[in-house]
Structures are given as structure tokens and as C-alpha cells.
């Protein structure tokens, strides 16, 4: 197990170092899995030796949500006397999420009727 995640802690920094080299405008996060997607794909077998560290993480998943929550609580009083901003943004967003979700599944809808 300890070789599958020095694996997946290989692909996140390689990601890391390709953001932070060629200063891609991506977390190097998402780029180190990409580059893992990349990776399985070329090379199938790489699968059985990392996914049961893929699923140990994943059944721990909730924990790596603390420190997000725990930022957002520390902070929430800065945007105590900006209400007003927050509540539009939320409510916009909201919005366009709504319609080009609506957009996507008519243009879906479209090519299944055909």
C-alpha cells in the first residue's frame, strides 16, 4: 500500500511541477490527475497496484472536507458587511447554473430525438 500512494504522491507532485514550470493557470492537483488518467490509460496494469490506496482514500474523503470547513468558519467574518454582494452572487450563480444546465440537456435532448 505504501508503494501505491508514493504513486499517486508522485503524480500530484509531478503536477504540481509542470503547474508551477510552465505556469498553467490549473491546480497542480488537477494536473497530476490528469497526468494519472494519462498513465492509466497508456499502461492498464498500473490500476491493480493503486487502487486499493484510491479506495482507502476515498473512504476517508469526508476528513480532507475539515480544513475547508474549518477556513470558511474562520473567515466568514470578513463578509459580515458584505451581505448584500454575497447573497447576489449566490442567487446569480444559482441562475446561471440553472440555465445552462437547461441549454446542455435541450441540446442533449435534441440529438436522442433524432
Do not use: Y
Not at 480544513?67 to 468558519?73: E, H, K, S, T, Y
Not at 473567515?75 to 459580515?80: D, E, L, P
Amino acid at each position: 500500500m505504501l508503494a501505491a500512494f508514493t504513486i499517486l504522491l508522485l503524480f500530484q507532485c509531478l503536477g504540481e511541477g509542470i503547474v508551477f514550470l510552465f505556469q498553467l493557470p490549473i491546480p497542480g492537483p488537477v494536473a497530476g490527475m490528469l497526468l494519472l488518467m494519462a498513465a492509466l490509460a497508456a499502461w492498464p496494469p498500473l490500476q491493480d497496484r493503486i487502487e486499493g490506496a484510491a479506495n482507502a482514500l476515498l473512504s476517508h474523503l469526508s476528513l480532507l472536507f475539515v480544513p475547508a470547513g474549518v477556513g470558511i468558519v474562520a473567515t466568514a467574518a470578513r463578509g459580515s458587511g458584505h451581505w448584500l454582494a454575497i447573497l447576489a452572487s449566490l442567487a446569480a450563480s444559482t441562475v446561471l447554473t440553472l440555465a445552462i444546465t437547461a441549454l446542455l440537456l435541450r441540446g442533449l435532448g435534441k440529438d436522442s430525438d433524432a
